[in-house]
């Protein structure tokens, strides 16, 4: 059973003015950053900043990837109201433990709102995501893929300022969001994919965000096992991903990226080439 939801729409953009190198007046767009404070059974549980452009299903990913309800059947309904710059979340019969299993929190690099709770941190070796040859990248997806995103209508193309998740199957792009944060960007690809049942074993996110612990750990909460990214890794990103049995791409962009971890679900053109150290 589904919970029922609002569908609040808000501007994305807000025309600013400006003066440039030359001293010439000139009008550009930029993205509209809000608050928006999540009530659970009426109990203020955080506020996210957000550009607000699903974010219904941001709330719904972002309750499943702190590990506060295991699948949307305990949920009711998500209401937004923009005028109050609020989401509230109604259960079906609550959620036991709730100020215990919310009180310790690690905050993260996350731009806004990156906490995530220590339940989370603390079943990170229970995670177990599918074997590599149910989940597999090709040199020639990579490519697709990529060249599926230099061509992407984007908030960032027009205004910058946001970061971007995709979620592909194949060189198939499934669904695609911008946010202020990248963090709330993949909570939203979540959140749409447990609404629609879409699994995750056989799929790859996109994000335009750096590689943190928190995008390893959050896409690996969702059972997807490989990650590319425009970006670069950091060094936690990096070992968590090595104890997960992710895959890592990064510094993606045209017809240049790196590996970083889980080569063995890479079929790369050519023979990988024999560590030296070996």
Request: charged residues 25%; glycine residues 10%; aromatic residues 6%.
């Amino acid at each position: 059973m589904k919970p029922t939801l609002t569908q609040a729409r808000g501007a994305l953009l807000r025309e600013i003015t400006t003066v440039d190198e030359h001293g010439q007046r000139r009008t550009i767009e930029v993205p509209v950053e809000r608050p928006l404070t999540l009530y659970v059974d009426k109990r203020e549980l955080v506020t996210l900043m957000t550009l607000g452009q699903l974010p219904e299903l941001l709330v719904l990913g972002y309750l499943l990837n702190q590990r506060l309800v295991s699948d949307l059947s305990a949920l009711e309904s998500v209401t937004v109201d923009w005028e109050v710059n609020a989401a509230a979340v109604r259960t079906r019969g609550g959620l036991p433990d709730l100020p215990a299993r919310t009180e310790r929190r690690v905050i993260t690099t996350g731009c806004g709102q990156g906490t995530v709770f220590g339940e989370v941190m603390a079943g990170l070796e229970g995670m177990r995501l599918p074997p590599a040859e149910q989940a597999r990248l090709s040199q020639g997806t990579l490519y697709r893929m990529l060249e599926t995103m230099r061509h992407q209508e984007s908030i960032h193309r027009r205004a910058g300022s946001v970061h971007g998740c995709a979620l592909f199957r194949g060189d198939e792009l499934l669904m695609f969001v911008e946010d202020v944060g990248r963090h709330n960007a993949i909570d939203t690809i979540a959140g749409w994919m447990a609404l629609h049942d879409v699994g995750a074993h056989d799929k790859v996110f996109y994000t335009t965000g750096r590689l943190t612990s928190e995008m390893v750990l959050k896409s690996a909460q969702i059972g997807v096992p490989i990650i590319v990214s425009r970006n670069g890794v950091t060094a936690m990103g990096h070992e968590m991903a090595e104890r997960l049995g992710m895959t890592l791409f990064g510094r993606a962009l045209n017809r240049h990226f790196l590996c970083y971890t889980g080569f063995e679900r890479f079929d790369a053109d050519g023979p990988i080439a024999a560590d030296p150290a070996t």
